[in-house]
């Protein structure tokens, strides 16, 4: 009986390293687009930190230093659509899309120029990434019938990003809806007049908030790169960052619904991969591609208001100008 | 974003977009210098790619094709300010259209009548991925970026599944169908030749080609010669305005992401029709994505987009002799530059406006005091 | 005639003794935007723990001068005092710093925060909102209670009426320490019980030393609430009076000035046959306000209908319904024998098609795309006809054929077909419209605001070819704000306040000081 628990076990297990760069993503997002500012480059920014952490970690042999890296390089990415979506008042979907395909381009470029290996970064061995963490008593607790195992497989054993994910969604709860930065965040970004009479910089709001963003990603990226993989692979984020995307609207910019969001779309892609070729009873076989489907699926559903409304923030996509 | 009211028209419209893309130039260039190689060189490279070796130009207006197509998806629908960034995904199941008509009918109809209605078949999936999406914008005010990215990736998972489950030829491998029966499909350029006695280099250039200039002469006719283009128009600069004049705003917004899809689901015909002869797995290769970058550049004028796709077209071709010259840079840097063209042209476009605005007045000034 | 006298010694000008001390003082400010002067060597002086009113019609300068004095703006020259001393004010952070609050005709108001949070944006007390938070309650407790501000701090600002919002803006200035208070058309949303309970706690609030600045442009308030007032016109401050020296009527003809008034020859034109009548017609705007309740009037062929009121008060609502860019929510609408009711089809397609043609108020955001060549502005909202197209192409030649007349007939200037109509002067902009809803040889034609931001020589010509379609018999509605245009236009005259008709007279009985009464809501015709 204890043995028919054992793939549920390792279905959470899988779920959770499944959704870890989703949540550091689209928490990222929520800080972006709470103050107004479309996030479309949060996939280049992952991939860009994801080369960098590798990259860094590789030269250094340290993998602190890479995730140091891979926040400064997805910040300096935060920065140019800072530049031109703040500064400039350019189209914050043509910024974020062309930091998507720029991040594309040049880790690729970069990498082959570097390494030589077909764009992919040297494999790091284990002292140089972040491994997983064992928890204590352990061993005491194993002997419990399933909360033991529970215990050992899906709540121990990740490595330290993981559990970083996780402390990133409350920080972003605790910031945005209980701090002064986080009220003028929300503010700046359902109105930006009303922040302005007040006598706050909409501007350096604005940019406070695509830097904390840009951190977050940058954690994603070397998630990645260097805690779950060991070392950068060509467009490793295949997408993880629209799907966070899509989860933040999911969960309505809300960093808790989100994070159900973010758990729900990887334990769909978890469970896509474990019922390949699986003969449902009934069913049948359930294509896997149907599971990588459902959160789009989802969100445009619930866009169109057939499941909830998910409002977005007012001011969202408009720069800002003083007489206009 | 609009013009500035300030300097000229030439101005506007020919140096600031020149002016742009030479940013977005010098930074790439900037970036193989770093790398250790030579930017000229790189560029020579480029060109004796795309242009010099024999059918390098076959294969240029080949890419061209392509990114003409996808250009006038992404433009026809910025002129009603709507950002279409589903051109990837309605070229990909404008694929879908066109494979679906060829299984279907190339064993009971004459050759040319199924290319033509694989034709058809390619525009009106591709449309019916746009209209939803447009729909959705017009009637349930769901946001079109978000949609038109989410039916993208929607876009991908049923042509894995399909081509996977369903449509694959049986006992293959690989996600693909069984080839086309002959007399299916675009002829190539080169065949076309040498039928008429000439000698050209092969290249994968084709009928598409041809298509895809008529339809930028009628794409031109329909924005600026017809009132349905009109309204386009008028919706574009003022939707004010546009209820002014009686427009029906949802309907138009429906319309103009039908025809958007179409277009670009005829990328299908040149890739599947024109090329490959069966429908394959990821055949649009990110051309729906370089064909907002083409948009952009040639500010959604047919003959903008043509030169900007002839760009594009170059930079994919030209990209791919890098492999062989160099060890450090490959095509991938086509990505980087076009990253960066997107950046310069769209998200910064008006950047340089009041430098220019500055240097025209100062300029201006002084030849009006003397 | 009267512009400037109270300016040069009249009795009625406020003379402050020397000992007065003055809160503030504003020297020769000016402002330009572009090529628009908004304001033009301003000079004004509050006094202390006083109700000041600025008044003017819209326009004036009067709320570009009170963002100067906010900071939002930074004025092209001037001076500003405060409490006699010189202060720089360059952004909204300094003046609440020096004790200016404000409370804006638009509301700075975050929607989907409660009242509480409101309050505290840009004044939390500490990092975390929480240990700030109930300082900020205890305050506003004392100042709620202080001042009769009733409100309840937990609900959203999207739950709680407009009166409640208001009283909400007023907290948020007194809780970051106002000394005086600016309130922009601070009645402009409110009902007359609100404008009531709102007067009470200006009054109060004056009682305990605050200085109030109200900009209005009714003139009812001013006498009922103000120590001085001054009237702004044309971006100037063009008089100053102690209210209880001044009287309504003195107000309006300052407000109003004098035009340089066109000799406009009213042709002998015979009225004939009712062509529209409204009946009981009632809208409801999106924000749920009643903006026309029950209107009812007829306008006959060959008549000059125009309706006077300070802007904001249906008129263009009204406009907008009868056009079909608004829906008929209630009542009914008879044209030329056709009746329209509540539940049938009515947008712009369907008025056109009823020969309704319309100048809209606002020929920038409605009339015309700017960015479209002046041949494609001529036919928009008549794009489909056969005139200018075969089968679903546009005929450019006979656009350019129409075109070119329309330019040649009606004087726009430049002649070219081939040029932006963003680039016209707002004269040449208006004529364009105007030729264009002339052209469709309408049985009625609506007016909004036809010389709005036009020069004196378009004016002229506008008013001609208004009263050479009047002359061929079609029935003209004029909505405006200038009251003299109306008198001078119209046959008969219907003034609007807060949604509804006030009073009717025909434009030979009326005087521009009865209508004027009528329009400020003093009086019922």
């Excluded at chain 2, 190339?106 to 058809?120: E, H, N, P």
């Amino acid at each position: 009986m204890l043995e028919s628990l054992q793939p549920i076990i390792s279905l959470l297990d899988s779920t959770i390293r499944i959704s870890t760069p989703l949540i550091f993503c689209a928490m990222a997002g929520i800080f972006s687009e709470r103050s107004g500012i479309i996030d479309i480059g949060l996939e280049g920014k992952m991939l860009l930190s994801a080369f960098v952490a590798a990259t860094a970690t590789f030269l250094t042999g340290s993998p602190i230093l890479g995730l140091f890296a891979a926040i400064l390089a997805s910040c300096s990415a935060s920065l140019i659509h800072g530049f031109a979506c703040i500064t400039n008042k350019g189209d914050q979907v043509i910024s974020g899309l062309a930091i998507n395909i720029l991040a594309s381009g040049l880790t690729i470029t970069l990498g082959i120029a570097l390494f030589s290996r077909g764009g992919q970064t040297p494999p790091l061995g284990a002292e140089q990434r972040f491994m997983p963490i064992e928890f204590p008593f352990l061993d005491q607790i194993s002997f419990v019938p399933v909360l033991g195992d529970l215990f050992a497989e899906v709540i121990s054993g990740h490595n330290l990003l993981v559990y970083l994910s996780i402390l990133a969604v409350f920080f972003t709860y605790y910031v945005i809806f209980k701090t002064r930065f986080g009220l003028r965040l929300r503010a700046v970004g359902e109105k930006p007049e009303a922040v302005d009479t007040a006598g706050i910089s909409v501007f350096k709001m604005r940019y406070q908030s695509i830097l904390i963003a840009g951190m977050l990603c940058g954690l994603a990226g070397a998630y990645l790169s260097i805690a779950h993989g060991a070392g950068f692979g060509r467009e490793m984020s295949a997408g993880k960052g629209y799907i966070a995307l899509a989860a933040m609207i999911f969960g309505k910019w809300n960093p808790i619904p989100t994070l159900f969001a973010c758990l729900l779309f990887g334990f769909l892609e978890a469970l896509g991969v474990r019922l390949e070729g699986v003969e449902l009873l009934w069913i049948g076989e359930v294509p896997v591609q149907i599971m990588q489907a459902l959160p789009y699926v989802l969100t445009v559903v619930l866009l169109a208001g057939f499941i909830g409304k998910a409002k977005a923030p007012g001011a969202i996509g408009v720069p800002y100008s003083k007489e206009g | 974003m609009s013009d500035s009211n300030i300097i000229p028209k030439w101005l506007s419209v020919g140096v600031i977009p020149l002016l742009n893309l030479l940013l977005a130039f010098c930074v790439s260039g900037l970036f193989i210098f770093f790398i250790g190689e030579n930017p000229f060189k790189a560029i020579s490279v480029m060109i004796k790619g795309a242009f010099y070796y024999p059918g390098a130009i076959g294969y240029t207006l080949y890419y061209t094709t392509n990114f003409i197509f996808t250009g006038l998806a992404v433009a026809l629908a910025f002129h009603a300010r709507l950002f279409n960034i589903g051109g990837e995904g309605q070229a990909y199941i404008g694929g879908l259209g066109v494979g679906l008509t060829c299984l279907i009918f190339d064993q009971y109809l004459a050759g040319f009548l199924v290319t033509i209605l694989a034709i058809l078949g390619s525009v009106i999936f591709g449309a019916v991925w746009g209209i939803i999406p447009g729909y959705l914008q017009a009637k349930r005010g769901s946001h079109i970026v978000i949609t038109t990215i989410m039916f993208n990736f929607i876009a991908a998972a049923l042509m894995v599944y399909l081509l996977v489950n369903v449509i694959i030829e049986p006992g293959q491998m690989s996600p693909e169908t069984r080839d086309f029966a002959s007399g299916v499909g675009l002829v190539q350029i080169h065949m076309l030749a040498k039928y008429l006695g000439l000698n050209m280099a092969m290249s994968p250039l084709n009928l598409s080609f041809g298509i895809a200039l008529i339809v930028s002469v009628g794409f031109w006719f329909l924005v600026w010669r017809t009132k349905f283009g009109y309204e386009v128009r008028s919706l574009g600069h003022s939707e004010t305005a546009a209820i002014y004049a009686g427009i029906k705003v949802s309907y138009t917004i429906i319309i103009v992401m039908a025809i958007s899809g179409g277009l670009a689901g005829l990328v299908a015909i040149n890739e599947l029709l024109g090329v490959h002869n069966k429908l394959l797995l990821g055949f649009t290769a990110g051309y729906g994505f370089t064909g907002i970058a083409v948009a952009l550049m040639g500010r959604n004028h047919p003959f903008g987009i043509f030169l900007a796709s002839l760009l594009f077209g170059a930079l994919y071709q030209g990209g791919t002799e890098l492999d062989f010259e160099f060890s450090s840079i490959t095509r991938e840097m086509v990505l980087l530059i076009q990253g960066l063209i997107i950046l310069f042209s769209g998200a910064l476009a008006y950047m340089l406006n009041p430098l220019v605005e500055n240097i025209y007045i100062k300029y201006y000034g002084n030849y009006n005091n003397a | 005639m009267m512009t400037n006298k109270n300016r040069s010694g009249n009795d009625a000008t406020v003379s402050l003794p020397a000992s007065t001390r003055l809160a503030i003082e504003l020297r020769d400010i000016t402002k330009r935007f572009g090529h628009v002067i908004a304001n033009s060597d301003v000079n004004l002086r509050v006094e202390s723990g006083s109700i000041h009113g600025i008044v003017g019609e819209n326009g004036a300068g009067k709320s570009t001068l009170m963002n100067i004095l906010f900071g939002l703006y930074k004025p092209d020259s001037g001076m500003i005092l405060l409490n006699d001393k010189p202060v720089e004010v360059n952004s909204p952070e300094k003046s609440i710093a020096l004790g200016i609050g404000m409370v804006h005709q638009h509301f700075m108001l975050v929607p989907t925060f409660t009242v509480l949070e409101n309050v505290m944006l840009g004044n939390e007390g500490s990092m975390l909102l929480k240990s700030g938070e109930e300082s900020v309650l205890n305050r506003l407790k004392s100042l709620s209670k202080n001042y009769g501000l009733d409100v309840d701090f937990e609900a959203l600002i999207s739950d709680i009426p407009v009166g409640m919002q208001q009283r909400v803006e007023i907290l948020k200035a007194l809780n970051r320490g106002a000394k005086v208070l600016i309130l922009d058309e601070p009645t402009g949303v409110l009902t007359p019980q609100e404008t009531i309970g709102l007067f009470d706690i200006l009054r109060s609030l004056k009682e305990q030393g605050v200085t109030i600045v109200l900009i209005t442009h009714k003139l009812k308030e001013i006498m009922s609430i103000t120590d001085t007032v001054s009237v702004m016109r044309g971006g100037k401050v063009v008089a100053d009076f102690a209210t209880r020296k001044t009287s309504p009527e003195e107000l309006a003809e300052n407000m109003v000035g004098r035009k340089v008034l066109l000799s406009i020859k009213k042709p002998a034109s015979k009225i004939g046959k009712s062509i529209l009548e409204v009946k009981n017609v009632s809208h409801q705007s999106k924000d749920g306000v009643n903006v026309l309740k029950d209107i009812s009037f007829n306008l006959k062929e060959g008549e000059i209908l125009g309706i006077a009121g300070v802007a904001g008060n249906g008129q263009s609502e009204l406009l907008d319904i009868l056009s079909g860019i608004e829906t008929l929510q209630k009542g009914q609408m008879t044209i030329n024998d056709k009746t329209i009711s509540s539940h049938q089809e009515w947008n712009s397609k369907k008025a056109r098609e009823f020969g309704i043609a319309h100048v809209p108020e606002d020929r920038h955001k409605r009339g015309l795309v700017l960015p479209f060549h002046n041949y494609e502005n001529s036919i928009l909202g008549y794009h489909r006809n056969d005139e200018y197209s075969s089968g679903f192409l546009m005929d450019k030649r006979k656009i350019l054929n129409f075109v070119n007349e329309l330019i040649q007939n009606f004087d726009v200037r430049p002649r070219s077909p081939l040029i932006n109509s963003g680039k016209l002067s707002g004269g040449n902009q208006q004529k364009l419209v105007l030729a264009r809803e002339i052209e469709s040889n309408p049985k009625i034609l609506l007016v909004g605001q036809p010389t709005r931001g036009v020069d004196i020589g378009a004016i002229e010509r506008i008013y001609e070819d208004l009263m050479k379609l009047k002359s061929n018999g079609t029935a003209i509605l004029l909505v405006s704000v200038e009251l003299d245009e109306i008198m001078s236009l119209s046959d008969r005259i219907i003034v609007m306040n807060q949604g509804t008709i006030v009073g009717e007279t025909n434009s030979s009985d009326a005087t521009e000081l009865d209508i004027g009464k009528m329009m400020s809501g003093l009086e019922q015709v």
